[in-house]
């Protein structure tokens, strides 16, 4: 498998792909590879001549020094998962490859959107997630980008950002991948003790009692039921919203459609997740 290290590298093969008239798949990714990963890739694979995985453990993202430091870094285990996949190549840079200081970059105002949510709780966060990402995205130049929908609002700030660069890259949204138990599928879980892995459940199955009740109780109320489940559970909340799937707006009423986010944390690791809820209205 191909792991290119430099930006040079990848515009040689940027260009090769070009002249093959390869249709480029890109799938970013911060690596400890885990299934929810590997189904973007299989769904860039099917929809691609090529795909890139990038592997990068970007530090403008984290808003606390603790965080980046106890994020997983597994590279050798990332490639032995991709190894048998023939179309897929890596870009595994460093900082100072990823960030050389002559390329030019003016940051994207981020609006509403980023300053509600994971923007008021990470401060810097999302600036991080836009710097890396439009580094990434005018150096690979790809057809198609696969994010995961976990990440609900990175994804809908990743979908502003190729607007407002003007990429015309078609971005694609993926249903988030669950273990067994319902837990959304993180690099944080691996991060779990065995008694926080336990209780961590507690917040896909908050959310899964939203979607439940979504248009039959009053909204206040579900709100609190959900949060009783993660609190019982030994977990602390940071936020627990019900939100407009298009603005992030905190919903006071149900509407058709709403997204419920939350974050919290486990013990010292933070998880995130959402679920789309269809009012029965
Ligand atoms: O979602 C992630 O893993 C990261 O935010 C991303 C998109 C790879 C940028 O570092």
Redesign the pocket.
């Known amino acids: 498998m191909q792991t290119f290290v430099t930006r040079e590298e990848i515009f040689i093969w940027r260009e090769q792909q070009q002249a093959e008239q390869k249709q480029i798949g890109f799938v970013?990714?911060?690596g400890a590879l885990h299934q929810g990963h590997l189904s973007l890739v299989e769904q860039a694979c099917k929809e691609n001549d090529i795909v890139l995985v990038?592997i990068?453990v970007?530090p403008k993202?984290f808003n606390q020094s603790a965080d980046l430091q106890s994020y997983p870094r597994m590279l050798s285990a990332d490639l032995a998962l991709l190894h048998h996949l023939s179309n897929v190549v890596i870009f595994a840079p460093d900082e100072h490859e990823m960030y050389p200081a002559h390329i030019p970059y003016s940051p994207m105002p981020l609006g509403k959107i980023g300053q509600l949510l994971e923007g008021a709780h990470r401060p810097g966060h999302f600036e991080g997630?836009v710097h890396?990402?439009h580094h990434l995205f005018a150096l690979i130049q790809p057809h198609r980008a696969y994010?995961?929908q976990k990440?609900f609002q990175?994804l809908a700030i990743i979908r502003s950002l190729n607007e407002y660069y003007g990429f015309g890259i078609n971005i694609i949204g993926c249903e988030t991948i669950r273990e067994s138990d319902g837990l959304a599928m993180s690099s944080r879980n691996l991060r779990l003790t065995h008694d926080q892995r336990q209780n961590a459940v507690s917040i896909s199955k908050a959310i899964t009692l939203i979607k439940n009740r979504c248009g039959l109780d009053p909204i206040e109320e579900v709100k609190q039921a959900a949060r009783y489940i993660i609190e019982q559970a030994g977990l602390a909340i940071d936020y627990l919203e019900i939100v407009d799937p298009t603005t992030l707006e905190k919903c006071t009423e149900w509407q058709q459609l709403q997204v419920c986010c939350v974050a919290a944390f486990c013990g010292e690791v933070r998880l995130i997740d959402n679920m789309l809820c269809e009012s029965v209205l």
């Open positions: 970013p990714t911060m990038s990068f970007n993202q997630v890396v990402v994010f995961g990440d990175q």
